[in-house]
T-cell receptor
Framework: DQQVKQNSPSLSVQEGRISILNCDYTNSMFDYFLWYKKYPAEGPTFLISISSIKDKNEDGRFTVFLNKSAKHLSLHIVPSQPGDSAVYFCAASRETSGSRLTFGEGTQLTVNP | DADVTQTPRNRITKTGKRIMLECSQTKGHDRMYWYRQDPGLGLRLIYYSFDVKDINKGEISDGYSVSRQAQAKFSLSLESAIPNQTALYFC?????????????FGPGTRLTVL
């Protein structure tokens, strides 16, 4: 039962363009959502998060959008840079879950120069 | 120096062997986690600890045990390794911010069980 799904295993975009990574979830009890970025041979690093009381959170070139009715979130990167090439994981948690995270499968983003 | 370190970084072992993966952190965080990553499945929680005296099972704890030797150290053991425990293992820490979810990950241990 995959409660958090990233349906696109990979995404390729040109430098300077927008990258949009998508994530869907099935558990309506999730109330906190995060994106992590992972480079090869390194652990994931926290990128940006959003609480279910918001529908948008912005941090520099990164913006996360949350559509609770559709159980969908997306990460926008504008403008995309070659250094953004990495695997991106979305993750979700419930406040009452003891900080457990449920991760999606990941999307490999490649930004071409 | 890295804030969260894992040893070993790579390990090949045989079925039935006991193996320990170690995690150390210099961040002073109380919360520590062990995850495994399998291709196409994302990361799954094995065990987590909110302090030295608090150990909790995650979603896939069967076949694993942990020890929180100190605030800074959290070890994962496979008492009798089996091939389907071949995976990439990550240790993580949290200071309780970000709604308490893990924010800092180690570089991972790639374990192969033959």
């Amino acid at each position: 039962d995959q409660q958090v799904k990233q349906n696109s295993p990979s995404l390729s975009v040109q430098e300077g363009r927008i990258s949009i990574l998508n994530c869907d979830y099935t558990n309506s009890m999730f109330d906190y959502f995060l994106w992590y970025k992972k480079y090869p041979a390194e652990g994931p690093t926290f990128l940006i998060s959003i609480s279910s009381i918001k529908d948008k959170n912005e941090d520099g070139r990164f913006t996360v959008f949350l559509n609770k009715s559709a159980k969908h979130l997306s990460l926008h990167i504008v403008p995309s840079q070659p250094g953004d090439s990495a695997v991106y994981f979305c993750a979700a948690s419930r406040e009452t879950s003891g900080s457990r995270l449920t991760f999606g499968e990941g999307t490999q983003l490649t930004v071409n120069p | 120096d890295a804030d969260v370190t894992q040893t070993p970084r790579n390990r090949i072992t045989k079925t039935g062997k006991r193996i320990m993966l170690e995690c150390s952190q210099t961040k002073g965080h109380d919360r520590m986690y062990w995850y495994r990553q399998d291709p196409g499945l994302g990361l799954r929680l094995i065990y987590y600890s909110f302090d030295v005296k608090d150990i909790n099972k995650g979603e896939i704890s069967d076949g694993y045990s942990v020890s929180r030797q100190a605030q800074a150290k959290f070890s994962l053991s496979l008492e009798s390794a089996i091939p389907n425990q071949t995976a990439l293992y990550f240790c993580a820490t949290s200071d309780g911010g970000l709604a308490g979810v893990p924010a800092f990950f180690g570089p991972g241990t790639r374990l192969t069980v033959l």
